[in-house]
Structures are given as structure tokens and as C-alpha cells.
């Protein structure tokens, strides 16, 4: 049985979807480690994927963030040196990026213009306000290569995410009714300004005005389909379900696509974002596509392991441990700097001190035969060099 050290990937979810995607893409299952810390509560899954033993989790519900099941698991898994998020998201279209439900968007681009993009909502429906924070922190050299050279295989041959997929299918049937492409006809992009109009039922009941929807033409076979899109994403505690505010946020940063939930993670840890796109981020969102996106996602996520070599990740934790080693130096070299200010400030007091010890046996030499009432104006002249008088 392998021990928890042995682990070098870690995999992070959002939902149970995509976290079904994720288990089904493992070459190999794993029994848990029985090193792995008893206070780690946290569900876990095990197994290889290519080379590498990776670790998969899920949040285990929306009141607990992504940053902290990354904290607990890099707690009990010591030598994982960056995080795969892989979850589901709306997309955001525009004539630049003809992003289309089951596509992949991957926050990280040839050209250095990925990453994710943090946002605040306080109100994700049609119009509210929207707060952008800033980019969170770049993805790490190691994964941003892969992506690179996973990108030019792709243009030279094409992927076989589909066919992927499919094999899959072969071997877990059960997966096929939920997590299989839906029908072509079910990827509507309606215009900004059309909502929809009954939340309980499906848009092809309701929303089925052609001249509210955008006209696309179908991809060709020399096309990629899903295809995968690199560049920024936007992340934020709260699913974005306004295409007013996602065309104009798009437009203004040139970001692909939203989800909610990574952003935990990216705050603080190496990793890569890799969204499925299940919605595109506007009223008519549904979870009819989010099994399909999932399943991409997760598909590309293992083509992409694919690109790396289990050296490379030696390397990196070889890295992360000379940082750690020189991090520890400047917090011991810090508390002595702050040990010797501290002696040198009791040093000082001790002077001060000793001083005021010293004029007090001074003033006791001079004084200390004279009662209280016998001083006069020749004493107290004689002490302080001046003169005044004193009653008697």
C-alpha cells in the first residue's frame, strides 16, 4: 500500500458531478493510506492517472471553501506541489471566442494571458452589481509548459477527448445517461436581453422564440468539438446568471467563462483552473449539460497530467523544500535579530538604571546627616549651585 508521501497530484472539485467525472477517468484505484493524518475528516479518492498518484476530493457543501479542503489536504499530503481544479461553469461567448456548451476553458494560454480573475457579486441575477478584485496568483511554470505543449499536439492533430470519453462509457454504462453529450439542439445562446420565462420548466418549452436566440453555424469535422479555449476566468463565491453583466465583463477583461468556487484555492496555493462549460452564465442556466462539461473537463484534465513527467514533479517538491528551508532561516535569523534588540534594550534600561541608582547614593552621601529641619539656604546652595530660602 502506497503511503501518503507517495501522492503528487491533487484534484479539487466543487460538486459531486464533476467529482463522479473525475473518479472516472483514474487508470487505477487506490486504497486510502493508512498514514494519512486521523483528524483529516475529509473524503477522499485514490488513485493513478498515467504516472502519477493522484488525490481527489470534493467540497463537501457550499458553506466550506475550496481553499480549505486544499489547506487540509496539502496537511495530510505533504509532497503534492500544485492543484488541478477542475469544475463546471457558464460560458461566455463573443465573436472573439465561440465558446459552446461542452467546451473546456482552461485558465492558463499560450500567449501568457490566462489566469483567473476574482469578482464579487451582490446579486447574481440581471444586473446586480458586479465587483472585480483583481487577478489571483499565476499558475506555476511547471503546469503553464504543459498546457503549452498539450496546446500545440492538440493544433497539430487534434484531441481525442471525445472518443475518450466513449471508452469510458464502455467500461461504466451507468455514467452514459447522465455525464453523455445531450442533444446538439439543446445548446441555445439566446440574446443578452431575453430571460427566461418560467424557472421550473425547460427553455425548449418556454423559450423556444427563435428570434430571441443566436444563430451559430455548426462546427465542421476539421473543427475541434468540444473545443478548448485558453485564457482568463473569472471566479467568485457566486454562480454568475446575468448576460447583461457577463457580456459586459467579458468585454471589458476578455474573460471566458465563470464559475464559483476556485478561487479559494488560487488565492493561496499552485494550481490550474480547468472549467467544463455547462451553462452560459445567464438565466436559462440548467444542469442538463453539466455531466457532458464535467466529463470534458476531466478528459483534458488527464490529457494533460499526460505532459508531465513524475521528475518533474521531484524537482518541484525539491524546489518547495529549498524554499522552505530558507523561509525557516529567515524566521530563526528574524527571531534572533529581534532576541539581540531585545538584550540590547534591557542593556539600556540597566544603564539607565544603574545611573539613577548612582545619583540617588550620591544625593545620600550629601544628605544623609541632615535632618529634614536643619536644612538651610547654605546647605541647599551648596547641593544645587543656587540659592534660596528655606524656613526653618
Known sequence: MLSAKDYTVGWI??????????????????????????????????????????????LPGWDVSAGFVA????????????FLTVVV???????????????????????????????GLSNTMLGGDFETIGLSRESPLLLRTAVNELFAQYETSGHELERHINDIFAMKPRLRRKYARPDPRSDRLYDSTFTHQQDDAGCAIVCDDESSMRRRPERT????????????????????KDALTRDRVSAASGVLCFEAGSIGVMNYFPCLVIVGICDYADTHAKKEWQGYAAMAAAVYAKDLLSQIHPGQIEAENEIKAQKEIETQKEIETQKEIEAQKEIEAQKEIEAENKIEAEKGIEAQNKFGNILPYQFDEASISSATGSSRYVLL
Open 221 to 240: 469535422e476539421e473543427e475541434d468539438n468540444p473545443a478548448i479555449h485558453y485564457g482568463l476566468i473569472a471566479s467568485g463565491n457566486y454562480a454568475m
Open 13 to 58: 472539485c466543487t460538486i459531486l458531478t464533476e467529482y463522479v467525472a473525475a473518479q472516472a477517468v483514474i487508470d487505477e484505484e487506490h486504497e486510502r493510506p493508512e498514514d494519512v493524518a486521523p483528524t483529516d475528516s475529509s473524503s477522499y479518492t485514490f488513485g493513478k492517472i498515467g504516472k502519477h498518484n493522484v488525490v481527489m476530493t470534493a
Open 89 to 119: 461553469g457558464g460560458g461566455a461567448p463573443s465573436p472573439r471566442h465561440d465558446i459552446r456548451l461542452g467546451d473546456v476553458v482552461v485558465g492558463a494560454s499560450p500567449n501568457g494571458e490566462g489566469g483567473v480573475y476574482r469578482y
Open 71 to 82: 489547506r487540509r489536504m496539502l496537511d495530510s499530503f505533504p509532497n503534492i506541489p500544485f
